[in-house]
């Protein structure tokens, strides 16, 4: 039997790797410089993955009920 919170556990487990993506995304923007372009770009992927990933935690956090 699958336990009812399954799906609610394999989001959150996703988004926290996306995050760490995301905070060594912008360390690598760090190394190469933020004035740089390689840097802002890297800065940039590293905000949206944050966001996004924030957004999905919070959403995931506030629907949970749906799935007991």
Same mark, same amino acid.
């Given at each position: 039997? /699958?336990?009812?919170?399954? !799906?609610?556990? @394999? /989001?959150? /487990? ?6 760490? *993506? @995301? &905070? ?16 802002? &770009?890297? @800065?940039? *992927?590293? @905000? ?7 957004? /999905? ?5 506030? !629907?949970?009920?749906?799935? *007991?």
């Amino acid at each position: 039997m /699958i336990d009812d919170d399954a !799906w609610y556990h @394999a /989001i959150m /487990i996703s988004e926290r790797q996306t995050l760490q *993506t @995301a &905070r060594a995304t912008m360390a690598a923007a760090e190394t190469y410089g933020l004035d740089s372009p390689v840097g802002q &770009r890297l @800065a940039k *992927t590293a @905000a949206y993955l944050e966001r996004v990933s924030l957004d /999905i935690m919070e959403s995931a956090n506030r !629907w949970r009920t749906l799935l *007991t």
